[in-house]
């Protein structure tokens, strides 16, 4: 198993390097980066409108005074001083070559050095370290919830297939799952805290202002009120593929011919459920908790975070995309891709280890 380890770990660094090459280049070719911002907020102008054109191989604008080519390569810089975008430019870093700023880039990660942002202020990581209380603590709860209530409730619609509770809980996880989680958020605060109905909960922050004054058991209390709405918003939508997954899981297992020749032994119904099938049921369950995990982590939350005004990784994510902040936008792919694929290794580890049966290692 060691040996597959370092196989998958040296994997690793070809996987993150692809990625994050394919993904500068691509944003390097996008009008409206961090100058061109930068020369909005100056001159009072909405980025949006800004185009770059390309004239005889090199980018060139039209003067605002005469119309005549330019070669600062901003269209939003018409009527400044040359100097002045030279200056931002050097600011931001794009005077040096494109395949300059690529190598300086690739040579600071792999010290996980990631800069200072653009546009926030302060060190990348700082900012990063300050999202993730709220992103780890809305992923990490969602999924324990989605897990700790799908798993039974799939085993129990498997041992009653086809009843009457097996056919209406099916109806409720399915309705759950067609609910956006964005619009069970409404609701939840229109009924529990906007105040017109009830006013039980907060609508900010993931804690109190006076959190520090606060004892221990109050502190608790006070973090799990905050996380209430926000946690219920999003899993709501998570409940059915987990609960069909366990389900089908369990009938497959049931219906083999293994589960049937201890049932003809006289084995006990819940020795055999617990002993046999669950094992083997719970193989693809299990393993997908990691990646379960980082999924809700990274792309189910942004839009629950601005509704409940939650700083957090996905809303960082997105305002620094609007705002072409680069150093933000590629530090947080670098750490979710390299997260992601240590991940990976670790469903493939926890496949071994709720199946010893299985081996990657001789494959």
């Known amino acids: 198993m060691s040996a597959y380890i370092i196989r998958r770990l040296l994997l690793v660094i070809p996987t993150l390097w692809a990625i994050i090459t394919i993904n500068f280049f691509v944003i390097q070719i996008a009008p409206g ?14 980025s949006g409108v800004m185009e770059r054109f390309s004239g005889g191989g090199q980018e ?3 003067s605002a005074a005469g119309n005549d080519a330019q070669t600062t390569g901003y269209r939003g810089s018409r009527g400044m001083d040359p100097e002045v975008i030279d200056a931002i430019k050097k600011q931001f870093g794009f005077d040096k070559p494109l395949h300059v700023r690529y190598f300086e880039m690739l040579k600071n990660y792999i010290c996980f050095n990631f800069g200072e942002s653009l546009f926030k202020g302060g060190d990348v990581i700082d900012l990063i370290v300050e999202r993730l209380p709220v992103s780890i603590s809305l992923g990490l709860w969602s999924t324990l919830i989605i897990y700790l209530v799908s798993i039974p409730l799939g085993i129990i619609k498997a041992i009653h297939h086809g009843s009457r509770f097996d056919i209406w809980s099916s109806a409720l996880v ?3 799952y067609a609910i956006p989680g964005f619009l ?10 906007s105040g017109n109905y009830l006013d039980w909960f907060p609508l900010r922050g993931l804690v109190s202002s006076n959190f520090d004054s606060l004892n221990w058991y109050q502190k608790v209390i006070d973090y799990f009120w ?14 059915a593929t987990l ?6 899981s369990f009938l497959d297992e049931i219906n083999k011919q293994y589960v049937v020749t201890a049932r003809a032994k006289g084995l006990d119904e819940n020795n055999i459920l617990y002993k046999h099938v669950f094992r083997n049921a719970m193989l693809i369950i299990i393993a997908g908790f990691p990646s379960a995990f980082i999924s809700i982590f990274f792309t189910g939350s942004m839009l629950i975070e601005v509704m409940f005004s939650l700083e957090g990784i996905g809303l960082l994510g997105f305002e620094s995309t609007i705002q072409r902040d680069y150093p933000v936008v590629f530090s947080s792919l670098y750490i979710m891709t390299l997260l992601g694929l240590v991940l990976s290794i670790i469903s493939d580890l926890t ?3 709720v199946d010893p049966r299985i081996d990657f290692e001789a494959r």
């Open 174 to 176: 399915i309705v759950g």
């Open 33 to 46: 980066g961090p100058v061109e911002q930068a020369i909005a907020q100056m001159e009072g102008l909405d």
């Open 351 to 353: 496949y071994s280890w």
């Open 243 to 248: 609960t069909m997954l366990t389900k089908n």
């Open 60 to 62: 060139v604008e039209l």
């Open 184 to 193: 069970f958020a409404i609701v939840l605060i229109i009924l529990f805290a």
């Open 226 to 239: 905050h996380l209430a709405l926000p946690t219920l918003a999003m899993v709501i939508g998570g409940f």
